[in-house]
């Protein structure tokens, strides 16, 4: 087994395992790869086909803690928590998709389809990360049926935008909704907003790759002359730390954010904003490679995926039949 080595290109610790290059993170220092490389090699010794799921857990948990956002962490250690107090002292093979659906079931009977689906794939990522990893020779629940996602087809229009608007009277709440509502950004580049990340010449927010979803490019967030505005009396405020904040002068939490929502109307949520961007340039004739740059999609074809929904709006289909043969 070779030792861990460094690609300063990447700022990033790695090692050759079993024939195979295996990350060992990014951003930390020799200290810390050796001993996660240590840890490594602790663990392969241990996985075995009866290895409990708790301790296959443990390790991909590990895992993604070095490698991935906190927030990332946090959504798999609730699923898989809760996933392993059902059937945490079941086998690795004893796992079949039965216990996956009935804990889904039983656990989040009275939430979405998307829920459930979004539950079930993160008790199978573990298992695929195994099978990547060369720990097991294949998944048990590879084959796992899940629940189709609810599409994205809400939106705020402009009488519910009204609405929520004549709600909210904290000038801090209105400023986060407007910002979200001219820019499209996801809820956690919002929350991290700070002054340091404001290119003012070019009228717009730029997050480095390390905070930025996926970790590989930056994420720039253009804004509107509305969205300009706020961001400026913004960072005037608070010239340190995140811009947004509630109105004790907090950064916002996603708890906040969702409690605050609650307050609006039943089913809505922060993202439906972002959503509701996307609807509205695509109507307004954006096409689907630029807006997928706007939003920060890495491949267009999230846009025409998540999006079908237009094609039943029979305004917008109408005028994109003139536009053919005009």
Known sequence: MRKPYYLENRDTWMVWLNGRQEKLGKGITEQEAYKRFEEL???????????????????????????????????????????????????????????????????????????????MRAIQRPFNWAVEQNLLPHSPIAKLKKPTPNRREKIIRPKLWQEIMEKEKAVCWRDFLTFMRETGCRVQESRILAAVHFDGEHQRFILPPSQAKGKKTPRVIYMTETALEIARRRIAEYPEGPIFRSTRGKPLTRNAIRCRFRRYGTGLCATLLRHTYVTEGLIAGVDSVSMAVLVGHSDPSMIAKHYQHLAENPDYMKDLAKKVRS
Request: no cysteine; hydrophobic share 40%; aromatic share 14%.
């Open 41 to 119: 090699r602790e663990f392969r010794g241990k996985l075995r086909p009866t290895s409990l799921v708790t301790v296959l857990f443990e390790a991909f948990l590990d895992d993604v803690q070095v490698n991935n956002a906190k927030a990332t962490y946090d959504w798999y250690n609730n699923f898989l928590s809760s996933f392993a107090k059902r059937h945490g002292k079941l086998s690795v093979v004893e796992i079949a998709p039965f216990h996956v659906t009935e804990w889904a079931n039983r656990e989040f009977k009275n939430d979405s389809p998307s829920t459930r689906h979004g539950a």
